[in-house]
């Protein structure tokens, strides 16, 4: 498992945390990030059941995850935040902002209403220790209710699966380093678990609406300075729903 | 004993304890149509006395009697099948908490002799938490299994009290001339319906030792654990 501080600034932060060696084989590999702001902590997609141990171990040591006061959930997917019973068990305070749409479904996981804060369908702003991040929709990428987060003074935008790559198990690269090189990984997840160009093009106008230094997808490796604009680019050129093969 | 190991036995048990509870839950489902019979051989029973006049009276009283066997068979089935589901929901509950303890056990291996900004407290009440769910659950499901075994008791009284029924019927069908003919066919029908109603609920009572013993087992290893740790 590798952690890393992605920002840091007086009392503002980035950690992030992937690359988990010790999982399972089945289990698809995720990053999870922890922004700090003035001592208060927000989780982003805290991932599943399965790595709940981990996730919280690691970044016990580097923060203490009593002040995590909020989990952001980009979408409904179990190796998103099948954990989250566990986070509230443990902090039966803890706010989870997620899509308005999956509140009745990720409840499932045997979360109750009052830990809930629905974010609708245009987004919104979460606010943490007087800090406040964007929420922006990516709505269909790949989830018909899904949420992207920018961070205005970090300038890290976290993408969800959205730029999302599934590596070879021996790949321990945090970031990008070649970007061509890349994109094999990166193809046929975007083409087979995404449906919709014309939400595709409407993230990739939002994105460009902001100054965006790191892009933070939930897989694989970050984006970093000018390979930001190249994936979006590559995105944008992309043929999304036409990976299987009986589509007509 | 590996805290993994016992998860594995753990979630065999809690399989067991599902798949017994579904079968009790099928060998029940089987009552229904019984009891529907039941129900349209008290009206047959019925017509036949009253088209045998003033020689039907004593025998009108026992349709009564067989209609009320019929309406205290399909409480009895109602009543069961809530019990049984919340016995499956309790213990597929079980089972999911079971899982988490066991993940804030590993959480707190991992966490052993490491340096962290995090107070050991923070994860030992998730973990508190869970126990006690864990204990409460155990609580409901053992007054549950209570409930159960007590509405599942008087069927075999009620079978008592059919093949009774039978009798008194066979008697006045023996006395009762040209119309002892259909109340000999009830009398008959029923016997039959009581034989059928007295081996389902032996088969009930059987799976019902069975649940019951693998429970007490599963709860047995998982107090064991609990106060282990």
């Known amino acids: 498992m590798r952690v890393e501080q992605l920002y840091k600034k007086n009392a503002h932060s980035w950690m992030v945390m992937g690359r988990d060696a010790e999982r399972r084989e089945e289990v698809i590999d995720t990053n999870h990030y922890l922004i700090q702001n003035n001592g208060r902590g927000l989780l982003l997609d805290p991932g599943g059941v399965e790595n709940f141990s981990v996730v919280a171990a690691e970044f016990s040591k580097h923060f203490e995850l009593a002040n995590v006061e909020a989990i952001f959930a980009s979408h409904q997917d179990p190796d998103v935040i099948s954990s989250l019973p566990l986070w509230i068990q443990a902090n039966p305070n803890l706010i989870v902002y997620m899509p308005k749409i999956w509140v009745s479904f990720i409840t499932h996981f045997g979360v109750k209403l009052e830990n809930i804060r629905p974010i609708p369908d245009e987004g919104g702003v979460i606010t943490l220790g007087g800090h406040d991040l964007e929420v922006v929709p990516a709505h269909y990428l790949h989830s018909s209710g899904n949420l992207s987060v920018y961070d205005p003074q970090s300038k890290i935008f976290f993408s969800g699966d959205i730029g999302a790559a599934l590596l070879p198990d021996d790949s321990t690269d945090l970031f990008v380093t070649d970007f061509d090189e890349h994109t094999q990984y990166m193809e046929y997840f975007h083409r087979r678990w995404m449906p919709s160009n014309t939400a595709k093009m409407r993230w990739i106008a939002e994105v460009r609406k902001r100054d965006v230094e790191m892009l933070c997808p939930q897989h694989g490796a970050i984006f970093k300075g000018k390979d930001v604009a190249r994936f979006l680019s590559w995105f944008e050129n992309l043929d999304l729903g036409s990976a299987w093969s009986n589509v007509r | ?229």
């Open chain 2, 1 to 229: 004993m590996s805290g993994n190991l016992y998860t594995r036995r753990m979630g065999d048990e809690y399989n067991t304890i599902f798949r017994q509870c579904v079968s009790l839950n099928t060998e029940l489902h089987k009552l229904v149509p019984l009891a529907k019979q039941m129900h349209l051989l008290s009206s047959n029973a019925v017509s036949s006395a009253a088209r045998a006049g003033s020689e039907g009276d004593a025998f009108r009283v026992l349709t009564q009697d067989i209609q009320l066997l019929g309406d205290e068979v399909s409480d009895c089935i109602d009543d069961t099948q809530k019990v049984i589901g919340e016995i499956v929901r309790l213990a597929s509950h079980l089972a999911k908490l079971f899982s988490n303890y066991m993940i804030y056990v590993d959480l707190q291996d991992r966490l052993d002799g490491s340096s962290t900004k995090t107070s050991d407290k923070f994860f030992d009440q998730g973990q508190k938490l869970v126990a006690e769910e864990l204990r409460s659950n155990n609580y409901k499901l053992s007054r549950s299994l209570g409930s159960l075994t007590n509405l599942l008791s008087p069927i075999a009284i009620l079978v008592k009290k059919g093949e009774y029924l039978a009798v008194c019927s066979s008697v006045e069908a023996a006395s009762a001339g040209e119309h002892g003919v259909s109340f000999e066919a009830v009398s008959s029908m029923l016997r039959e319906l009581v034989g059928q109603l007295g081996l389902q609920s032996a088969r009930q009572r059987s799976l019902l030792r069975d649940l019951t013993e693998a429970m007490e087992k599963q709860q047995n290893n998982q107090g064991k654990l609990l106060y282990a740790r």
